[in-house]
């Protein structure tokens, strides 16, 4: 089991005490294992496995506790025959009906530490905020970074250099179940595909009711076919126009917000920094596992220069930066990262391959006059950072410690 440092560093600091913790993220992206390592430390330091409860609401032995009442009943008689502070861990909580109302009477009668996960973003608005406001910490769980799965990887073929590594990275991503198949390529494809299925029908048609399945179908291929490029309603709504299928925009918008509940996608909002204000159109969309895409819909080859971006992407995320596109007069800059007022700009391109598109990159950072980090990131082996923006190739990229 690979120790996922990068999260429990952030989670530790809340184990033991009463604030409730919850995991999201897509389906199968590690939040179980999540909460394994969390028993392991717990165990470590002293606590014994007898004081852990533990369910997990996608194992049918458990489908008798999914109303609220009787995951009280169950949990509250279980509690009552531990000794000591009882850890409670929750995985899949979403499939319980008022499984809010049930969590917070815990808190607030049993001697206990609560630990949730859930597929859904859903599961922290409306209902959950009323009951629990303040009282919980989320974090939310991205499937394997690059330095995840180089180690991973190397357990399966250990004399793999980076290089070698981030060619499968590519095509494979980051799930981690891909492991227990040894990255092996037909069987990796088969569970990426079935995975993107059960998030399509579990957690995005049977959640929200779609009933035009179909139109969803075509919307969700249209955002993987053009992940990382502006878009727009409007434009999708004209293309499916002429497919025969009359759609309104807002309909479009909805279905891709369940989407991004189910954390399928990411949307990223595009900010004017002259301006420094949002632009209300024209957003880009990143997939949550760039495996998926090439399982699902092939070509990540073909369009390497999106899938570079769409990896950099979430690994802005994953190190905690609120991540926009930015535009300067006719220019963009693929990624504006900001973590507690400490910015970072990313332009992430192919290959440096010209002086046209030396130019370009680069000069994407010509009216910003700030100090903060500015970074080019791409394929080439050669330094080119130039007038104090740095060049990384991107395998160093993603795997450096800090990039201020």
């Given amino acids: 089991m690979i120790k996922r440092e990068l999260y429990m560093s952030r989670i530790r600091p809340f184990i033991g005490t009463e604030l409730i913790k919850v995991m999201t993220g897509i389906r199968r992206c590690g939040k179980s294992v999540m909460l394994e390592l969390i028993k392991q430390e717990l165990t470590e330091s002293g606590v014994s496995p007898t004081q852990f409860v533990s369910v997990n609401f996608e194992d049918m032995s458990c489908s008798h506790l999914q109303t609220a009442q009787a995951l009280h009943d169950e949990i509250t008689k279980r509690a009552a025959e531990t000794d000591g502070k009882v850890y409670l861990f929750f995985d899949e909580i979403q499939e319980v009906k008022d499984w809010e109302k049930c969590i917070n009477s815990f808190r607030v009668s049993l001697d206990c530490d609560i630990y949730i996960t859930g597929s859904n973003a859903k599961l922290l608005s409306g209902e959950l905020a009323t009951y629990l406001g303040g009282r919980y910490v989320e974090f939310v769980i991205y499937p394997f970074s690059f330095g995840e799965f180089i180690e991973l990887y190397r357990s399966v073929a250990p004399d793999t250099s980076v290089r070698q590594c981030f060619q499968k990275y590519l095509l494979s991503g980051g799930m981690p179940y891909l492991a227990n198949l040894r990255y092996a ?220």
């Fill in 185 to 404: 390529d037909a069987p990796s494809k088969q569970y990426l595909h079935d995975l993107f299925n059960s998030v399509q029908l579990k957690d995005i048609v049977k959640r929200n009711k779609v009933r035009d399945v179909d139109l969803l179908e075509r919307i969700i291929a249209y955002v993987i076919a053009n992940v990382g490029t502006t878009f727009s309603a409007a434009s999708l709504a004209k293309f499916l126009k002429n497919e025969q299928r009359t759609v309104a925009p807002e309909t479009i918008l909805n279905y891709i917000k369940y989407c991004c509940e189910s954390y399928l996608f990411y949307r990223v909002k595009r900010e004017d920094l002259q301006g420094k204000q949002i632009l209300a159109s024209n957003e880009k969309y990143y997939i949550a596992d760039h495996g998926i895409r090439e399982a699902v819909f092939g070509g990540n080859m073909r369009d390497i220069n999106l899938i570079l971006e769409n990896i950099v992407y979430l690994e802005l995320l994953r190190r905690g930066y609120a991540v926009t596109v930015g535009k300067t007069g006719n220019k963009e800059i693929d990624f504006v990262c900001d973590k507690r007022g400490e910015k970072l700009y990313v332009q992430v391109t192919y290959l440096l391959a010209s002086e046209e598109t030396i130019n370009r990159e680069f000069g994407a950072y010509d009216s910003i006059r700030d100090n903060f980090p500015k970074y080019v990131v791409s394929l080439d082996e050669f330094d080119m950072s130039r007038n104090g923006i740095k060049h990384r190739n991107i395998r160093d990229f993603l795997l450096e410690d800090s990039w201020a």
